[in-house]
Nanobody, 123 residues
Framework: QLQAFGGGLVQAGGSLRLSCAAS????????MGWFRQAPGKEREVVAT????????GYADSVKGRFTIARDNAKNTMWLQIDSLKPEDTAVYYC??????????????????WGQGTLVTVSS
């Protein structure tokens, strides 16, 4: 089970920190990722991270502004979002791929999804 939180309304240029807490099936390695879906658009990858946290991948649109991290002892993943832009407005979802060590960019590679948290950026 995944729970994402931390979204809200912020002005352009502001920052937010999203969190995702995993519970239940966490005894084996798992990769994690953040995805987002804007109104009228398909869900897209934002950032993904390996089991160890040592490797991560980012969408080109967020490189240099977003930072993904995780703490396996706490079964928690974060997404630090800086320099927010209106086009970042979306529902942000966290996801898990079980029995995996690397990071994966395709949404179809993930097994479980959180409920999403809304990020709204005003101009």
């Amino acid at each position: 089970q995944l729970q994402a939180f931390g979204g809200g309304l912020v002005q352009a240029g502001g920052s937010l920190r999203l969190s995702c807490a995993a519970s239940g099936r966490t005894s084996s390695s798992y990769s994690m990722g953040w995805f987002r879906q804007a109104p009228g658009k398909e869900r897209e990858v934002v950032a993904t991270i390996s089991w160890s946290g040592g490797s991560a991948g980012y969408a080109d649109s967020v490189k240099g502004r977003f930072t993904i991290a995780r703490d396996n002892a706490k079964n928690t993943m974060w997404l630090q979002i800086d320099s927010l832009k209106p086009e970042d407005t979306a529902v942000y979802y966290c996801a898990v791929r079980y029995r995996a060590n690397y990071y994966y960019k395709d949404i179809y590679e993930y097994d479980s999804w959180g409920q999403g948290t809304l990020v709204t950026v005003s101009s």
